[in-house]
């Protein structure tokens, strides 16, 4: 690694140099990583053909097989006897033309089921085959009862028509096309009967012979389904069958709570079954299985999966005989309404499950994957250390830990779809870059150092959680971001940091510094001094031998499972703080992790040591202060031994990383059942989106909706369609030039902002709710639409914009806005001109004289200096805006500054600004009134109007409205809400 020398990072484009490195850097590992992936997908889709090929198992591999798994279902079987008295099982069947799968399901059905109290239901749906013949045949021999309908009606419906004429207690919904086996409802009603809080029960179905199917050819005797639980998959949250091709055993076979089970062979209380309705008749052939065990689990009811009630599924044999077509658009039908119903409370439920480790919803624990500089025994990089104490302590919770490591990772953006929270350690790790299936993926930034850098990456803002080390650092990132910043500072890890471990002699020393040098000032160089004291001093770390002064003492880089070690044979540990840190008040892990071991730490962090440790550790400031601490501490044993004692407490109390993996848990409950909303911005790409007044109004929309305890994502134009919405709950499109498909499964939100000659009648419909930024427009639509539809003007900022006068920006007249190819109208109405104009925007090269042009681009954090500077702003509007009453957001903004405007005439402006903002009719009265007011000062002044004075024009008062829509449409009582935002 090249080592930059300190002038040389202090250098004018120095950051910029080192971004284009970096990014050039990760864009060549990834190309390359994907090039070899897409070699190996080759070389495995050649595999792939080779396993396609048939699968077929000899008469004789059948038959052993099959006996295999009868005999070790039958081992684990203690079978439950049940009397004359046991409760009635009333057991539904279903059919239409099923008769080869009635036969193999009645035969010997009485020697296999031995349970002694049932009646049997079938449901015929209008069958051409012989299967009522066959059935009228059984029903002599067993209580059986045939329903026969006219019409082919689903599987819902046929189940509810039988339910509701059954006599037994239970219901058991049981598939034509399933082979039980011996004692299988016994085990069942045992299940059933062991508590009043189960809903349903399941049992294990295996695969029978399939070498003839086209899916499943290679499941032959493998385990179909042992319950059901749920991944999320393109946005959907997707119930999947537990153990599904796994290979069949016998193992433990107890009872396990479950999600769901599946309707191929369901047993549950009649009464439960009516408590929730039923089965949904609004599924056909798919997912109200899976829905009526979700509504038995709101009730409070647990299903439960039964592996000693063994049966055999055909289910690959009707599913593979229906129609392609057919198939596909029931399939789409039951997904929306499963979506619609469930998706928001499933994903929920779904990542707390994983985060509780429950393996409910999912088989899967929490996975938390850190992104660090490397990892290994002989990483000298503090990040490593620091994520693999923390994912120690996360690993106490049953969670999986993984790393993204910038120096080993192939590619570092490549995120396995299992991993359900990243958490950055690095600045450089660009997060818009992630590629990862799992659109529920958390992000976390935990700056420890570097915060200016990490703040301005313009992914910064897209992380769903920011945690920094200090208090100082959260208030720096919140005031400069406005993105809520939790305290996490560093910590240690007692299990390895503390007195019982042994020092060694080779390291022993009175007192010791352990940190690196990296070519970038250290005040330890300077400050410490050994040679003016009479105590023995080693420095560890790497890099120190290029110093002198320091030579003697230096005893090389150390690996960090042997700083136990180091500092048990010291007394006192130096701490330096290093300028990207100290400022911030950010205390160094090693001031934890020798503290924890029982050794004395004294430091130059003076802040950190106030914020952090509330005074109690020593500091120094200067060469002499140092001197001074470590004479007085070594000299006074035990001095030291009590200021020691005093510190451990105090960290091993409140500084572990158990505390800050509880922390961090605890944020993420929080973040998990917060509301979530994506906010569609139509900016054609993230490269460009500072150029669009759209992005600055969705950021103000983000910051206050946070503080209201709304997590927000942005999102822009090619991401619209995507999945990368998943995680909401609520949609928010700003609807200006480009049109949105709303998605069934938010509650999709539009804001009318400009252009509204491009909506149609029909897409305000698509929409639950409707806002327009113009009382007059909204009037009008909400005459035509059959959503509800509500004036929301646009607003301001206040803590963005208010008066900040600059001479940079000190101009006459001032117009800020692009060309898009033509003369603004406000333009063309004043040009020419010899008054003092300055034209701010793109495009505008060929349409005016250079000599107004003075640049192409205000950063929008000091759009506020020039709007404040001017003497009069030029504000203007498209046609159809200024026709339709959409007033300009710079109104609201540069009134904000105190700013005096002229306007071209609104519809309705006079309604919000008075006489505040003036407007003229034509171009003749335009130059009148500019000379005018050029010319009268104080008369320009006084109209001003400082629009922070008028609460009904900030984004605070938007956000309001939207939340209180969102609570009203959710059944939250609005003042209580308001009152938990109070508090």
Same mark, same amino acid.
């Not at 990583?33 to 000899?58: A, C, G, P, W």
């Not at 082919?152 to 039988?162: D, E, H, L, M, Y």
């Not at 959710?970 to 308001?978: C, D, F, P, Q, R």
């Given at each position: ?536 001093? %080693?420095?560890?770390?790497? *890099? +120190? $031998? /290029?110093? =002198?002064?320091?030579? @003697? !003492? #230096? ?124 906010? %569609?911005?139509?900016?054609? *790409? +993230? $490269? /460009?989106? =500072?150029?669009?007044? @759209? !992005? #600055? ?131 063309? $109405? ?5 008054? @003092? ?147």
């Amino acid at each position: 690694m090249v080592k930059v020398p300190p002038q040389v990072r202090q250098l004018k484009g120095f950051e910029e140099l080192r971004r284009f490195r970096n990014h050039a850097r990760d864009s060549y590992n990834s190309w390359k990583h994907r090039t070899v992936s897409m070699v190996n997908m080759l070389k495995e889709s050649q595999i792939m053909e080779f396993i396609k090929q048939d699968y077929k198992l000899s008469e004789s591999q059948k038959k052993e097989l099959y006996e295999s798994i009868i005999n070790q279902s039958a081992s684990s079987i203690d079978l439950e006897n049940f009397n004359d008295d046991a409760p009635l099982v009333s057991i539904v069947i279903i059919n239409r033309n099923g008769l080869k799968y009635l036969k193999r399901l009645f035969d010997d059905f009485v020697e296999k089921i031995q349970y002694p109290a049932y009646e049997i239901i079938v449901v015929d749906n209008v069958s051409q085959d012989e299967s009522l013949s066959f059935l009228e045949d059984v029903s002599e021999s067993l209580p059986l009862k045939i329903i026969k309908n006219t019409e082919n009606v689903s599987f819902s419906r046929s189940n509810n028509q039988a339910a509701e004429i059954a006599k037994g207690e239970y219901l058991l919904l049981l598939n034509n096309d399933v082979e039980p086996t011996y004692g299988w409802l016994n085990q069942m009603m045992k299940s059933a009967l062991q508590s009043d809080d189960v809903g349903a029960v399941g049992a294990k179905l295996v695969y029978p012979d399939c070498s003839g199917s086209r899916y499943n050819r290679r499941n032959s005797y493998k385990v179909q389904h042992t319950g059901i639980a749920f991944r999320e998959e393109d946005g959907f949250i997707k119930p999947y069958n537990l153990g599904n091709g796994d290979t069949f055993k016998v193992n433990g076979e107890i009872d396990e709570p479950r999600a769901a089970v599946t309707a191929a062979a369901l047993l549950v209380a009649r009464d439960k079954y009516f408590q929730v309705d039923g089965l949904d008749e609004g599924y056909i052939y798919g997912y109200e299985d899976v829905d009526f065990c979700l509504k038995l689990l709101q009730k409070g009811y647990t299903n439960i999966y039964c592996p000693k009630s063994l049966l055999f599924h055909y289910e690959f044999g009707t599913q593979e005989s229906h129609k392609n077509n057919e198939v596909k658009k029931r399939r789409l039908n039951n997904i929306k309404l499963f979506r619609e119903r469930w998706g928001k409370w499933l994903r929920r439920e779904l990542l707390m499950d994983k985060l509780n480790c429950n393996q409910l919803f999912s088989s899967k624990p929490l996975k938390v994957a850190f992104v660090v500089t490397e990892t290994g025994e002989n990483s000298s990089a503090g990040d490593y250390f620091t994520a693999t104490s923390l994912g120690k302590s996360f690993q106490k919770f049953g969670w999986e830990i993984d790393y993204l490591s910038r120096t080993e990772s192939e590619d570092w953006y490549k995120v396995d779809r299992d991993v359900d929270v990243l958490i950055s350690l690095l600045d450089a790790y660009d997060i818009r870059k992630i590629r990862s299936k799992n659109n529920l993926l958390i992000k976390i930034a935990w700056p420890r150092n570097w915060l200016s850098r990490w703040i301005s990456y313009p992914d910064f803002m897209d992380f769903d959680l920011v945690m920094a080390t200090s208090e100082t650092a959260c208030r720096y990132i919140e005031e400069k971001t406005g993105m809520k910043t939790d305290l996490l500072p560093l910590a240690t890890d007692p299990e390895t940091f503390n007195p019982t471990v042994a020092g060694t002699e080779k390291w022993e020393c009175d007192y010791c510094f352990t940190g690196s040098y990296w070519k970038d000032p250290r005040e330890i160089v300077d400050i410490l001094d050994p040679e003016s004291l009479p105590y023995t001093f %080693k420095l560890f770390g790497k *890099n +120190w $031998d /290029e110093f =002198e002064k320091l030579k @003697d !003492y #230096y005893e090389g880089f150390v690996n960090y499972q042997d700083m136990p070690r180091v500092y048990r044979s010291t007394s006192i540990v130096v701490d330096d703080a290093n300028r990207v840190t100290k400022e911030y008040g950010s205390v160094n892990s090693r001031v934890f992790d020798a503290i924890a071991s029982g050794v004395l730490v004294v430091t130059n962090g003076d802040l950190g040591a106030e914020e952090t440790f509330n005074g109690i550790l020593p500091v120094y400031k200067s060469q002499e202060e140092l001197k001074n601490l470590l004479e007085y501490y070594l000299a006074h044993e035990e001095e030291r031994k009590a200021k020691i004692d005093e510190l451990q407490e105090f960290v091993l109390s409140q500084h572990t990383y158990d505390q800050r993996a509880d922390k961090i848990k605890s944020c993420l409950e929080s973040y998990i059942i917060k509301r979530k909303m994506a906010i %569609k911005i139509p900016a054609p *790409n +993230w $490269d /460009e989106v =500072e150029e669009w007044g @759209d !992005y #600055y109004l969705a950021l103000g929309l983000k910051k206050e909706l946070e503080r209201k305890d709304c997590e927000v994502i942005l999102q822009v134009l090619p991401e619209w369609e995507g999945d990368g919405d998943a995680r909401c709950d609520v949609v928010l499109v700003l609807r200006g030039l480009s049109r949105y498909q709303p998605k069934p499964q938010h509650f999709n939100i539009m804001w009318n902002i400009s252009h509204p000659d491009k909506v149609s009648i029909e897409e305000y419909n698509q929409y639950q709710h409707v806002f327009i930024a113009s009382q007059f427009w909204a009037d009008e639509i909400s005459q035509k639409v059959d959503v509800p539809v509500e004036a929301m003007l646009q607003c301001t900022d206040p803590e963005i914009f208010y008066p900040d006068p600059d001479d940079k920006y000190k101009h006459d007249l001032l117009f800020v806005g692009n060309s898009r190819g033509v003369h603004r109208k406000i333009i063309k $109405d004043l040009l020419p001109t010899e008054e @003092d104009l300055a034209v701010y925007g793109a495009g505008w090269e060929g349409l005016i004289d250079k000599k107004y042009i003075k640049g192409e681009h205000i950063p929008n954090n000091e759009l506020r200096k020039a709007y404040s500077s001017c003497k009069i702003l030029l504000c203007d509007h498209w046609d159809d805006m200024r026709d339709k009453g959409f007033l300009s957001n710079r109104l609201f903004d540069a009134s904000a500054c105190g700013a005096f405007i002229i306007s071209d005439k609104v519809r309705g402006i006079e309604h919000i600004f008075a006489d505040a903002v003036v407007t003229y009719e034509d171009s003749e009265d335009f130059k009148m009134i500019i000379m005018y007011y050029l010319n009268n000062n104080i008369e320009r002044k006084n109209k001003s109007l400082i629009i922070n004075n008028n609460l009904n024009f900030t984004f605070e008062e938007r956000t309001k409205s939207i939340i209180q829509l969102l609570n009203s449409e959710s059944g939250v009582n609005t003042s209580k809400a308001e009152e938990l935002e109070m508090l």
